[in-house]
């Protein structure tokens, strides 16, 4: 009985398989039709709306319809991190051209980390910084957010915030917003942060010293 019950599990995850095949292939063909009908910029915008969907689908509890600072510290502390970010600064690397903090699994070369603005590189990179937070309200009435600076060639630097509860308070009215400013990438919740490599040099000191929120997804 086990292996029959096992058997129509397999069954019905390839029925279900198909089925979401088979109402893809629908929405590409409604897609077509209204890109053809003349109505590019709602074929454009209902395929963005699927992909942004289907993109989600893998990602963490509610990382769709959020910056991922909120499933991975709730609201109240997401606003904290996000009103304590320090702003991004650009340091001279080896060749003494400024590098912006961005983000190491998408640019892990000087080239793409030159300063072109406060807030974009040349390259057109977003400047970035990795947020570790803990909650020590309870035993020393404060929280610690560090925040992790990448520049390649010239490894990482940490800028410590603390903040006690009125401070958390104080931020309640504080916006998080996919598009800000730096860019926020709670570490907490990284996938796979701990087994990056890195060059000699380049190690990241908060590998492997960081808990892990949503294990099977952030170990």
Known sequence: ???????????????????????ALLLVAAI????????????????????????CGPRLPDACRHHPLVPAYG??????????????VAVPGPSGLPLAPVDFRRCRRESCAIAAGP??????????????LRDLRRSLGFVELGYWLYRPTLGWERVVRRADQAQVEA????????????ALVPLETLPGRNHYEFPPGEA???QWHVRGLYPGWSS
């Open 1 to 23: 009985m086990h292996g029959r019950r096992e058997t129509e599990r397999g069954a019905a995850s390839v029925e279900q398989a198909g089925l979401v095949a088979l109402v």
């Open 32 to 55: 077509a039709a209204i890109a053809a009908g003349g109505e590019v910029d709602a074929g454009r915008g209902l395929g963005g709306a699927i992909a942004r969907r289907i993109a």
């Open 75 to 88: 609201w109240p502390l997401a606003r904290l991190a996000r009103a304590l970010a320090p702003p991004p």
């Open 119 to 132: 807030h974009l590189t040349a390259s057109g990179r977003r400047t970035t910084a990795f947020v570790a």
């Open 171 to 182: 931020a309640n009215s504080v916006r998080v917003l996919l598009q800000d400013d730096p």
């Open 204 to 206: 990241p000191p908060w």
